[in-house]
């Protein structure tokens, strides 16, 4: 281990060197950061350009990635926006491969090409890619999502009677067989076009016209296939922010990844707490007593799964009683629909409230959930079976983290409160 891999992460994601003045020189993506960064410094004999590379590294940052497909698809964007010295170099090379939509045919297809085999001048090319390895499961993955055909047949009207293997697997949508028009084709194929330019509300507007087309028409194994499609690359897209890239952008991510490392070391997680929830109770003097649970990825917040929690069981001032009917809704509910768990739940309040969030989990038989609260007064992290609290340094970058989490839910539970109690007011005023 060496200062460039001591709090780099077993996750994926993507990696950025800098030389002295801090400039980007090069971007790569890894399955598992440490060890691709490791690497770089295990070689004995590394290659010249390689070494070049190192030479001039001072500080190696990193993004970090819910896949190695998200990586991948980061790390393309991160290259195409900051072109870095040593990723133009060698992207200069005419060996590279780069994924290609043909175009001088009926029934288009997507396939790998290199550089030097641009013949059809047509076509749409995407890339270069480092990796023939990983272009090939991303090539996979577009035509599968896509129904695209991944046979180099030609399309004519003397058709077979039973089409091709990749037809009889269910891999293949069988344009010679008549099974879809080329409208409906050409409109997958421009689909995955999409996809590779990171277009991605068009994308996600196309896909949900076309189930909701398939629904009307009573068509519900195709609606199905679009809904599950919808969701795949909504969660994809959600989960690296794909969006038009700026350096402000890169820092704040590169930011926010060390807080979650830190975070990880600090309270000796497992893993990298990706995904954390918050929960929060606000009330005055136990009247319109509201919950609220807010979701951060990757050190984001995750709006579309913000939840809002009317107090239905604790009458009077009872914050414990409020925080169990909390807890117990949202997790049972997530074990009950089989939805993912959070890694990490972080409780606003003291000893007491994480107790009683400990006795829910209990009940409900979730114990491998990591859990702990943070207490406001001086910024204790109470954690189970821990009898001290943990006190972080105010520049900790995990204790930052933590606190704008805890903050967020708790500007998410007031705002409900106060819309609450202004219905209430307004309801006795239109009485009176």
Not at 130 to 140: E, F, K, M, N, V
Not at 203 to 211: C, P, T
Request: charged residues 30%.
């Amino acid at each position: 281990m060496n200062k460039y891999t001591a709090s780099m992460p077993h996750a994926p994601g993507v990696y950025l060197m800098r030389d002295y003045s801090g400039k980007i020189l090069y971007v790569g993506k890894a399955i598992d950061l440490f060890k691709r960064v490791s690497s770089y410094f295990n070689r004995t004999n590394s290659e010249p350009k390689t070494a070049a590379l190192i030479a001039n590294v001072r500080v190696i940052d990193y993004i970090i990635a819910d896949s190695e497909k998200s990586a991948l698809i980061l790390e393309n964007k991160l290259i195409k926006k900051l072109r870095p010295k040593y990723n133009v170099i060698w992207r200069d090379d005419k060996s590279y491969p780069m994924i290609c939509i043909t175009a001088q045919e009926d029934f288009p297809r997507l396939c790998v090409a290199r550089q030097h085999q641009k013949k059809d001048k047509s076509a749409k090319y995407f890339g270069p890619f480092d990796s023939a390895g990983d272009i090939r499961d991303l090539t996979r993955y577009l035509r599968g999502s896509f129904n695209i055909r991944p046979c180099n047949y030609e399309i004519s009207e003397n058709r077979g009677l039973h089409g091709c293997l990749y037809f009889q697997l269910g891999q293949c949508p069988a344009p010679c067989l008549g099974k879809i028009s080329r409208e409906d084709y050409l409109k997958n194929v421009q689909n995955a076009q999409l996809f590779l330019e990171g277009r991605y509300s068009r994308l996600l507007s196309n896909l949900k016209k076309a189930m909701s087309l398939s629904s009307e028409k009573l068509d519900y194994e195709k609606s199905a296939k679009y809904r599950n499609n919808i969701q795949s690359i909504e969660s994809m897209f959600d989960k690296i922010r794909f969006r038009e890239i700026k350096e402000g952008d890169v820092e704040s991510n590169i930011s926010k990844s060390r807080g979650l490392s830190r975070l990880k070391e600090c309270l000796e997680l497992k893993k990298v707490p990706v995904n954390i929830e918050a929960i929060d109770i606000s009330n005055i003097q136990g009247k319109e007593a509201v919950g609220s649970l807010v979701r951060f990825t990757r050190g984001l917040p995750d709006k579309k799964n913000y939840r809002k929690f009317k107090i239905k069981t604790v009458q009077g001032v009872d914050d414990y009683s409020m925080m169990r009917e909390v807890v117990e809704r949202r997790y049972s509910r997530l074990m009950r629909n089989r939805q993912m768990m959070p890694d990490l739940v972080l409780i606003d309040g003291g000893k007491g409230h994480l107790d009683t969030a400990k006795q829910v989990f209990d009940k409900l038989g979730i114990n491998n959930l990591s859990l702990i609260s943070l207490a406001k007064e001086n910024e204790e992290i109470h954690i189970p079976g821990k009898d001290k609290p943990l006190i972080l340094d105010k520049d900790n970058p995990a204790l930052h983290i933590l606190q704008h989490i805890r903050d967020e839910a708790h500007r998410f539970a007031i705002t409900y409160h106060r819309k609450r109690r202004a219905m209430r007011l307004g309801a006795v005023k239109s009485v009176k």
